[in-house]
């Protein structure tokens, strides 16, 4: 019975690591889709237009395939420290900073890469996740930007673990 929990657990983590890699190839196009050096300025502009325009939705894509990623990114590391025993069971969630910390713990990640995720993505996520009124694109643009260079390396990292 616990083996059967186990492999399902294990084929969910599996499929939720490869629909992670699509959300993060999706904004890759997304963000060459506001401009091919997705600048700050450009992603702005975009951010900021009307609202039923072809910028704003470019915007919408980039912002919606980046919380999915991390999202799918953090579910799988919950499932993950669940399966190997690391952590409180799947029901009961843990923050992202303690999932980065059994991470770290278990030999997962490293440490310049569980700094990195802690300080420029995790905790971004955790205070601002939907287009509310006070959306600061830069600071938006800043957490694309981190998801771009290390979400890479933690799903490459999470896709090794068990």
């Not at 300025?41 to 919380?67: D, H, K, L, N, Q």
């Not at 190997?84 to 069971?89: A, C, F, L, N, P």
């Not at 600061?136 to 957490?143: F, G």
């Amino acid at each position: 019975m616990i083996q059967d929990k186990d492999d399902r657990l294990r084929e969910t983590i599996k499929a939720r690591l490869v629909d992670a890699k699509n959300h993060l190839e999706a904004l890759e196009y997304n963000t060459r889709q506001v401009g091919d050096d997705f600048s700050s300025t450009r992603f702005r502009a975009a951010w900021e237009s009307p609202a039923a325009s072809e910028g704003r939705s470019r915007a919408y894509a980039v912002e919606g395939s980046c919380e999915s990623f991390v999202d799918g990114v953090f579910e799988a590391a919950q499932e993950i420290c669940a399966l190997q025993g690391w952590t409180r069971s799947v029901g009961l969630k843990q923050t992202k900073l303690e999932l980065l910390q059994q991470l770290r713990k278990n030999g997962v990640i490293t440490e310049p890469v569980r700094r990195e995720m802690a300080d420029k993505i995790a905790g971004y996520r955790d205070t601002r996740t939907h287009d509310y009124v006070k959306v600061n694109a830069r600071e938006l643009h800043a957490h694309v930007v981190a998801v771009l260079t290390h979400g890479p390396a933690f799903l490459t990292a999470l896709s090794k673990a068990f």
